[in-house]
């Protein structure tokens, strides 16, 4: 054989092995997307089954074989996953997002919401006060017009960080005396350029709103004379306090209102989003310590507060006389239960379902029509 | 872990993937990579199980007795040890048994009601 084919085909068997290997490394890290019960069972053999799928692609019909067996593959993968999903969800339903769980996970993220807000009551309140710096040009009295604008607006954007550099900070604390360092100075001051004038927002957030009034005025007044002294002679830069800042009245922080929603609706999310994508998280150490503390939180708050439980007190009910009903009747279907009880179709619909998806419930069908009843072992003698 | 005191009957319609898996299993025990060869092949290329597919239902159908493992390995020469063998159970035999009863009730249904394939030249495949 020529040393030059055999090195080729040398060189291909080994970009094949490689495809290959990342090939089956992809594969094994979307394996995830499956129930880890699902995975530690069978994705051993669904990783080797791939790679023998893949191989056989390449093989046969070369790179667009093994697209094909990919897109197949994942579009199977994406589908049975959810699937698989759903089903570890529905069976695990019971503990962890049953109607008793997501009551207390409300009262429990409510409580978390409103212990913020009071806290956010106790923190000291911080005034900001703002103030507006023109940046110009010798002899023009308002804003500039023509080609000057987007060079003066280049202008402000570079005095704008100038602000708040060191020099700034420590002329201010020297002319009114503040007991503070240009570091802190700095982290209270904010400088933004408003987009498209030849502004700048000067603002500095203190406790005392007379004292932030004071220092955004003298830091607009620091700023106006620096430009005047270092900006180049022939350019007559000027920077003018345009609106003084006034003394504020509200404070911008601690919202108590703002801060309490928001972790409201954190919670929410974070409890909703558990529920659906992480059930076994019940199951686990964490979670059945999570379960134990949310059942506290349930207990007291129904201690202080009487929450109601109506409906899981109705639920409850509702499920007793289902029971009941299969009891006398011995088997019935989805409308025989309406019937038979106070239950709504769909109630019964749902209530049936769920009790035969967790095997507490016997299904056939007779005659087209699936019907439910107790096992035999469950039916009172 | 299925439940035995069911009729093989309560377990139907069964899905198509279930009844390729049953089909596969028929007359031989078979590894995952097997099953996905035996359908290809028997359907001659037109169907194809993937891994997700293939391993839920081999799941679900372990959960309800219908298939279990096989401990008992194959011939030593094709045995792979690392693999593990599916192989149908009693019940699962059965719910076969009767899923093929209830799709031949439908085809008489069909031919006495005149839906049936047009003739078709002999050798071509179904469907072709």
Redesign the interface.
């Known amino acids: 054989m020529d040393p030059r084919d055999w090195d080729q085909g040398n060189r291909r068997r080994r970009g094949t092995n490689l495809l290959l290997a990342a090939s089956q490394r992809l594969y094994g890290a979307l394996l995830t997307l499956y129930p880890e019960s699902?995975r530690r069972?069978?994705a051993a053999?669904?990783r080797?089954?791939?790679r023998?799928?893949s191989r056989e692609g390449l093989e046969e019909g070369g790179g667009s074989e093994l697209v094909r067996v990919w897109a197949?593959?994942l579009s199977?993968?994406v589908?049975?996953?959810l699937?698989?999903r759903s089903t570890v969800s529905a069976r695990n339903a019971h503990p962890p997002v049953g109607p008793r769980l997501a009551a207390r996970a409300m009262v429990a993220v409510v409580l978390v919401a409103l212990t913020v807000a009071v806290a956010s009551l106790a923190m000291t309140p911080q005034y900001e006060a703002s103030t507006k710096v023109l940046i110009g040009k010798q002899g023009s009295e308002g804003p500039a017009l023509g080609m000057e604008i987007q060079q003066l607006q280049e202008v402000t954007l570079t005095l704008a960080q100038a602000t708040r550099s060191r020099p700034i900070a420590e002329e201010t604390i020297e002319r009114l005396g503040l007991s503070t360092t240009p570091e802190v100075f700095l982290e209270r001051l904010q400088a933004e350029p408003i987009e498209n004038t030849q502004f700048i927002e000067l603002s500095y957030t203190d406790p005392n709103p007379e004292k932030a009034q004071r220092v955004a005025n003298t830091v607009g007044g620091v700023i106006s004379r620096r430009v005047s002294e270092v900006g180049p002679g022939d350019s007559g830069m000027t920077a003018t306090l345009w609106e003084p800042a006034p003394v504020p009245e509200n404070a911008v922080s601690p919202n108590p209102l703002r801060n309490g929603l928001l972790t409201l609706v954190s919670g929410l999310l974070l409890f909703v989003g558990l529920a659906l994508a992480l059930p076994r998280v019940a199951a686990s150490g964490v979670g059945r310590a999570v379960l134990r503390a949310t059942s506290s939180v349930g207990w007291i708050t129904r201690a202080v507060w009487r929450v109601p439980t109506t409906s899981l007190a109705t639920e409850a009910a509702k499920e007793k006389e289902l029971l009941e009903a299969l009891d006398r009747h011995g088997a019935l279907t989805v409308a025989g239960v309406a019937l038979e009880t106070s239950l709504t179709v769909d109630e019964a619909d749902r209530m049936l379902s769920a009790l035969a998806a967790k095997g507490h419930l016997e299904?056939?069908?007779a005659r087209g029509r699936l019907l439910y009843s107790l096992w035999e072992r469950d039916v009172p003698l | 872990m299925g439940d035995q005191a069911?009729r093989p009957?309560?377990y139907?319609p069964l899905t198509s993937a279930v009844m390729d898996i049953m089909l596969a299993l028929g007359d031989e025990e078979l590894?995952?990579?097997g099953i996905?060869r035996e359908v290809r092949r028997r359907t001659d290329g037109r169907r194809?199980l993937?891994?997700?597919?293939?391993?839920?239902s081999?799941?679900q159908m372990q959960e309800k007795g219908l298939v279990e493992e096989s401990e008992e390995r194959p011939d030593a020469d094709l045995d792979d040890e690392?693999?593990?063998y599916y192989r149908l159970t009693d019940l699962g035999r059965k719910v076969a048994v009767a899923e093929v009863e209830r799709l031949e009730g439908l085809v008489r249904a069909a031919r006495s009601k005149g839906l049936v394939p047009s003739a078709r030249p002999s050798g071509a495949p179904a469907g072709a």
């Not at chain 2, 993937?50 to 839920?56: D, E, F, H, S």
């Open positions: 699902f069972r069978y053999e669904m080797r089954d791939f023998e799928l197949t593959t199977d993968l589908v049975t996953a699937k698989e299904v056939s069908v | 069911r009957e309560e139907l590894h995952g990579y996905m194809r993937a891994p997700g597919t293939l391993y839920r081999l799941r690392r693999r593990r």
